[in-house]
């Protein structure tokens, strides 16, 4: 069984006392997956979120080629959590998420996240301030490398490399 002290040294739990942890860990639920497992589809609804306590997935968007393969764009781990987007938009996942090896997880279920606003509007507020912070993370991570990567093509493309043009751009 996955202890107190060990949620707590996660920021998704951060901020939230023992009773508050100690309530929480008794509404989640572990589930375990084998190596090769799609835990989320991208496209599919998801009703809960994932708090990874062993192993690591892996994050594969569809890419807009036309045989449509899945690519990795980022790699979780022990104590990283994902879920969270649909958790708080309620919308299909925007990713697949593929156990690399064998994953274990605690998962709180949308209908659990209410129960916890219902007990503890302060703990409820929490959580999601978690979850938003750690969204923003992940946006800034994400804004980071699309950054990194225009500069490399901006500067390919001025060094008369052959990057593709982009949106509106002229190829000849």
Same mark, same amino acid.
């Given at each position: ?16 006392? #023992?009773? @508050?942890?100690?309530? +929480? ?7 375990? =997956?084998?190596?090769?497992?799609? /835990?989320? &589809? ?24 036309? #045989?449509? @393969?899945?690519?990795? +764009? ?7 959590? =994902?879920?969270?987007?649909?958790? /708080?938009? &309620? ?82």
């Amino acid at each position: 069984m996955i202890g107190l002290r060990f949620l707590q040294s996660h920021s998704l739990f951060g901020g939230l006392t #023992d009773e @508050e942890t100690h309530k +929480i860990r008794g509404m989640l639920q572990e589930e375990h =997956f084998p190596a090769g497992t799609d /835990i989320c &589809i991208e496209g599919r609804p998801n009703d809960r979120l994932y708090f990874i306590c062993k192993g690591t997935v892996e994050i594969l968007k569809t890419s807009d080629s036309p #045989d449509r @393969e899945c690519e990795p +764009i980022a790699e979780l781990g022990v104590g990283d959590a =994902f879920g969270e987007m649909e958790f /708080i938009d &309620i919308q299909p996942c925007v990713a697949t998420v593929r156990a690399k090896n064998e994953v274990s997880a605690l998962t709180l279920a949308n209908r659990r996240l209410y129960e916890i606003y219902k007990w503890n509007v302060k703990t409820y507020a929490i959580l999601v301030m978690n979850m938003a912070r750690e969204i923003s993370r992940r946006l800034r991570k994400m804004d980071a490398a699309v950054a990194t990567s225009l500069h490399a093509r901006n500067n390919e493309s001025a060094a008369g490399g052959t990057a593709p043009a982009g949106k509106g751009e002229s190829a000849s």
